[in-house]
């Protein structure tokens, strides 16, 4: 007899949406923070065109979503 729970159960759903629930909020922290950082280095160095907030905000949802593809692999 095995004491482990079958994939299906209450507990591995519960576990698996709390994962993605936390890796879904992080990736908008990520992206948030990354773009208000470019919009004041923009407004800092005074420029006319938005060049950190674009570069900042591609790099930061690259970024999340290779980290993302990268975890859900992983059980």
Do not use: C, H
Not at 18 to 46: C, H, N, P
């Amino acid at each position: 007899m095995s004491n482990e729970t079958p994939k299906s159960s209450p507990k591995k759903q519960l576990d698996s949406y709390i994962r993605f629930s936390a890796m879904g909020l992080q990736m908008g922290f990520t992206i948030f923070f990354m773009t208000w950082a470019g919009v004041k280095l923009d407004e800092y160095l005074q420029l006319k065109f938005p060049a950190f907030t674009l570069t900042f905000a591609l790099l930061s949802v690259t970024g999340v979503l290779y980290y993302f593809i990268k975890q859900s692999g992983r059980k």
